[in-house]
């Protein structure tokens, strides 16, 4: 398995696919080898290579895919197809400033590098809107998954219409955070709609410090914003301490980046039945 496929978001036509570390690529030692990130050290024509083939994984033309820049905040762009292939080459060409990418282009695919961070994919099949986020904690904690989900509003999609989907990312089995972090997701968390308690335990490793659950708090921002609970898929994979994946926290500096792919299929499928 190259790949962890979302069979509920191909089911109503789109491709949605997060790959995995260990997927056949070229890259060596710590990137080995599927490493997607041309930022993180790697040789660059080995994650070209490595980005054609995730591309053939997933089923997409490498020249259709649009990647952010990434910078941990909560900012989103709206794209189009005269955008395909920005930094599917050089990160210099990619969307700035952004942690969000969303479109109604079908065949436009979108792309989320992490490595701990959750990458979330998202899809409204009755409007014909995608979108992809990147979130860590300081995203998280500035709201970039309600952001996107605005974003996507302004395409026509509806919240109680969409699928999300929460990828491989730390959990709270492993995520051991300090107190200006906790701070941070708690003043966010106080303006969520939820009966759910915080997703924080006091770390029994390190006195002081708190085991955060961030995929939660993701997962809460989107029913805060109207996604119906049971829209949500969790691949419930920790990339702390599962393997095939890579992570921050683990290989530090030397950590390469999979990637989560989104993408409404060229093809119009006809869609029976609602989602609810
Ligand atoms: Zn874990």
Known sequence: ?????????????????????????????????????????????????????????????????????????????????????????????????????????????????????????LYDPYAGVIGAAHAGWKGTAQGVVMATIEEMKKLGAHPEDMLIALGPAIRGCCYEVDRPVTDALTAMYRNLKTQESLPFRASERTPGRTMVDLPTLVRLQAETAGVPHEQVVDTSVCTHCMPGFFSHRKQRAKAGRHAGFIAIRPRRLSLRGRLR
């Not at 290579?49 to 997409?60: Q, S, T, Y």
């Not at 060409?93 to 989320?112: E, H, M, P």
């Open 1 to 121: 398995m190259d790949a962890l496929r979302l069979l509920q978001f191909e089911e109503y036509g789109a491709i949605a696919q997060f790959t995995r570390a260990d997927a056949p690529g070229v890259s060596c030692d710590s990137f080995a080898s599927l490493n997607l990130g041309l930022h993180v050290g790697d040789d660059p024509e080995a994650v070209r290579k490595n980005r054609r083939i995730a591309a053939d994984i997933v089923g997409l033309s490498e020249t259709r895919i649009v990647y952010a820049e990434q910078v941990h905040g909560a900012r989103v762009a709206i794209v189009h197809a005269k955008d395909a292939g920005r930094g599917a080459y050089d990160t210099k060409d990619a969307i700035q400033g952004v942690d969000g990418l969303v479109t109604s282009a079908r065949g436009l695919g979108l792309a989320i590098l992490a490595a701990d961070c959750t990458p979330v994919l």
